[in-house]
């Protein structure tokens, strides 16, 4: 069975920090993905990647950035906190089998809560 | 304007009833994703479909491609269905080739 694991389920931290949130997948898959969900607003997509070093914006990329040395981790980096950056953040991975855009199921992490104070 | 559009926001049902949540989308579509996400956060895959129904013991899940229309559909409901649904489409166009969009949720509450 896939496992996306998240490093944190909560994590609390102050304006300014440099945070890391990292994520590992343990199914050899290509495609990973960071997603923020706040109430009333649903899934946004931060950033994405589909190799190793590979990184792509997603809809809300400001304010993040995202490392990808090794094809199991994706990590999302929040350079300097800030209280809007409260969310809870999703990461999520599928495989790339037959093709860029094959439709493959979705496995998510647990999801961390995080709070910028 | 969002792409993907479920109904209800919020859904209260009496253990037993039978329950269905609405997803319609505006966009051209490869796949249609149903999700279920439990208080805590994890989000597990329900469903991945792009045309017809599938069924996964209680759960049944429909697609209407022409009419860009989803329906998740759970029989004899429990109390531990109580969850937010989320249904999410695959772009197949252009720019957004392989883009997902998100619904904003549904949250179910069953009641014993």
């Known amino acids: 069975d896939v496992k996306v694991t998240q490093s944190s389920r909560y994590l609390v931290k102050r304006t300014g920090e440099k945070v890391f949130l990292e994520c590992v997948q343990d199914m050899d898959h290509e495609n990973m993905f960071w997603y923020r969900q706040d109430p009333g607003l649903g899934l946004r997509l931060i950033y994405f990647?589909?190799?190793?070093?590979?990184?792509e914006k997603g809809d809300i990329p400001e304010g993040y950035s995202v490392s990808r040395e090794k094809k199991e981790r994706f990590s999302l980096i929040l350079e300097s906190a800030s209280t809007n950056q409260t969310s809870m953040y999703l990461c999520?991975?599928?495989?790339?089998?037959?093709?860029?855009?094959?439709?493959?199921?979705?496995?998510f992490g647990n999801g961390t809560r995080l709070t910028v104070t | 304007k969002n792409e993907v559009e479920q109904s209800p926001q919020n859904l209260t049902a009496q253990e037993g009833e039978f329950i269905t949540i609405n997803c319609s989308y505006s966009v051209g579509i490869s796949a249609l994703h149903w999700l279920q996400q439990h208080p805590g956060g994890g989000i597990v895959s329900l469903f991945m479909l792009s045309s017809g129904k599938k069924k996964h013991g209680r759960l049944i899940a429909t697609i209407n491609i022409q009419e860009k229309h989803s329906s998740l559909h759970i029989t004899a409901s429990h109390p531990r269905d109580s969850a937010v649904y989320i249904c999410a489409v695959k772009s197949d166009r252009g720019s957004t080739l392989g883009r997902l969009y998100f619904g904003r949720g549904t949250q179910l509450t069953v009641w014993p």
């Open positions: 990647s589909y190799d190793v070093k590979m990184k």
């Open positions: 999520a991975s599928s495989s790339l089998t037959g093709g860029p855009f094959y439709n493959s199921p979705l496995h």
